[in-house]
C-alpha cells in the first residue's frame, strides 16, 4: 500500500519559515521523481517544486530564492524548506510521486497560512 504522509504545516507570520515533509511508504522512493504541489481556494493545483531520482531541482517562478526542495533517500522522506513566506503562499500543499507515466501517487496534503 502506497502512502505519502505530509507534515509541518501550520500558521506563520509573513517573512516566517516552515518546512513541510513527506515520508514515503510502499514505494521504491529513491527511483520516484518527488514533488510539492500547491492549491489555494479556489484555484487549481499547481506546482511549486520537484526533485528528480538524481537531485535535480526545479522551482515555481513565485517560489525561486525561498523554497528548497530537498530529499533523504535512507528516509524517505522529501523536504520543502519555505523561508520568506508571503500571503500569497497560503494553500493546501501535497507532496506527489512519480515514476514515469505508469505510477502517480498523491499525498493528503497539508495546511500552510501565512497570515499577521
Known sequence: QV???ESGGGL???GGSLRLSCA??????????MGWYWQA??????????ITSGGS???ADSV?????????NAKKTVYLQMNSL???????YYCNGRLGTAFNHWG??????VSS
Request: aromatic content about 8%; proline content about 4%.
Open 24 to 33: 514515503a511508504s510502499g514505494i521504491a522512493f529513491s527511483i520516484y521523481a
Open 41 to 50: 481556494p479556489g484555484k487549481q493545483r499547481e506546482l511549486v517544486a520537484t
Open 57 to 59: 531541482t526545479t522551482y
Open 12 to 14: 506563520v507570520q509573513p
Open 108 to 113: 493528503q496534503g497539508t495546511q500552510v497560512t
Open 64 to 72: 525561486k530564492g525561498r523554497f528548497t526542495i530537498s530529499r533523504d
Open 86 to 92: 508571503k500571503l500569497e503562499d497560503t494553500a493546501v
Open 3 to 5: 502512502q505519502l504522509v
